[in-house]
C-alpha cells in the first residue's frame, strides 16, 4: 500500500469518526433535552400537586364534612348549590386572589352555581352555555363537548389551576370531565356535576356519547351514576364528598385537601351518599329507544 492510499484511508476514517460523533453529540443532546423537559414538566406538575394539597385557611370546623345537611340551600343556584360550595370553601379556602371559577351549562347565568360568588365575593371566571353570550358576565355561546372542552378552556384563557369546576350540561358530563382529567392542562380544587340518582350505586355504568345525536331526550337516559363518577374522580385525585338533597349535583374535593387536613376517613361511603329518594321528587320517563344503551364499569374502581 502506497503513501497516498494510506492517507487517504486515514483521512476517511477520520471523517467517519467525527461524523460518528458528531452523530453521538446529537442523541446525546436530544436526550438531555427531552431529561429537561420530563423535570420540568414533574416539576410543574409536583407545584401544581403542591398548591392544591396546601393547607390554606383553617377549617372552621374540624368535622365539617360531617356538616353538609344543614348547608344544603339556594340563593341563585337550582338546589343547594350555593350553601353547599359556600361551606366547602370556607373550610379549605381558595387559591387565587381573587378566587377563579369555570361554570358551563348556566342558561343565562341568573340561575347557575357560581352566580352569588361572581356578585357578592368578587370571583372571576369563566361561564359557556350552548344558547346564550352575555360577555359583560364572561359568558359565552359554545357547544360543549369531551372532545373540544379544553380547546375551549384554552382559547379563553382559563388558569390552568382554577378553584371551581362545575359541569351541568344534561349528558355527557361525565366524560366532559374526563377529557379535562385526562388532558391534565387544567385543574380545579372542587369539582361540582350532575349526576343521574336513578342508576343505582352499585352499577358503574355512563351513557355512550358517540350513540346519536339527540343528546336527552328528557328520559332516564342521560349522564353518570354516582358510583362511575366517584370512581372517576377517584383515579384522578378527587374524593366525592356530598350529594346535595335533591340529587342533581355531586360536590369532588381534592383528595389531598382532605389528607392535609385530616378529615379524609370522615368522608361517608357512596352508598351512604347517594340519595335514593330526593328531597323534591321527580323522576324520569324511562327510556324506550333500545339502541341507546349504557357504557358499563368505563373507569375501575381504585381502592
Not at 21 to 29: I, K, N, Y
Not at 170 to 191: M, P
Request: aromatic letters at 12%; a positive charge; one cysteine or more.
Amino acid at each position: 500500500m502506497n503513501l497516498v492510499s494510506s492517507s487517504c484511508i486515514a483521512r476517511h476514517y477520520i471523517l467517519v469518526g467525527t461524523r460518528a460523533r458528531l452523530m453521538l453529540m446529537a442523541v446525546l443532546a436530544v436526550c438531555m433535552l427531552i431529561l429537561v423537559l420530563f423535570s420540568c414538566r414533574r416539576q410543574i406538575r409536583n407545584l401544581n400537586q403542591s398548591e392544591y394539597c396546601r393547607v390554606i385557611s383553617t377549617p372552621v370546623s374540624s368535622n365539617w364534612i360531617k356538616q353538609f345537611k344543614q348547608h344544603d340551600y339556594k340563593i341563585f343556584s337550582q338546589n343547594g348549590e350555593d350553601g353547599i360550595l359556600l361551606w366547602i370553601f370556607a373550610n379549605i379556602g381558595t387559591m387565587h386572589q381573587p378566587p377563579h371559577f369555570v361554570e358551563f351549562g348556566v342558561q343565562n347565568g341568573k340561575q347557575c352555581n357560581t352566580r352569588f360568588f361572581r356578585e357578592h365575593l368578587g370571583w372571576q371566571g369563566l361561564m359557556m352555555d350552548v344558547n346564550n353570550a352575555n360577555l359583560t358576565i364572561n359568558l359565552h355561546r359554545e357547544m360543549i363537548s369531551p372532545k373540544n372542552i379544553n380547546n375551549l378552556l384554552a382559547k379563553y384563557e382559563t388558569p390552568t389551576t382554577i378553584d371551581l369546576l362545575s359541569i351541568d350540561i344534561d349528558f355527557d358530563d361525565y366524560f366532559v370531565w374526563k377529557s379535562i382529567l385526562q388532558a391534565n392542562r387544567f385543574h380545579a380544587r372542587v369539582v361540582v356535576i350532575e349526576f343521574n340518582y336513578e342508576i343505582p350505586p352499585n352499577e358503574n355504568r355512563v351513557v355512550d356519547p358517540n350513540l346519536d345525536s339527540r343528546r336527552w331526550t328528557h328520559t332516564n337516559f342521560f349522564g353518570a351514576g354516582i358510583l362511575a363518577l366517584a370512581a372517576l374522580g377517584r383515579a384522578h385525585g378527587y374524593t366525592l364528598v356530598y350529594g346535595e338533597k335533591n340529587a342533581v349535583n355531586l360536590f369532588f374535593v381534592r383528595t389531598c385537601v382532605l389528607l392535609q387536613q385530616g378529615v379524609f376517613d370522615d368522608v361517608p361511603s357512596v352508598e351512604q351518599l347517594h340519595v335514593s329518594k330526593p328531597a323534591r321528587q321527580w323522576k324520569h320517563a324511562p327510556e324506550t329507544d333500545k339502541s341507546r344503551t349504557w357504557i358499563w364499569n368505563d373507569t375501575a374502581w381504585i381502592p
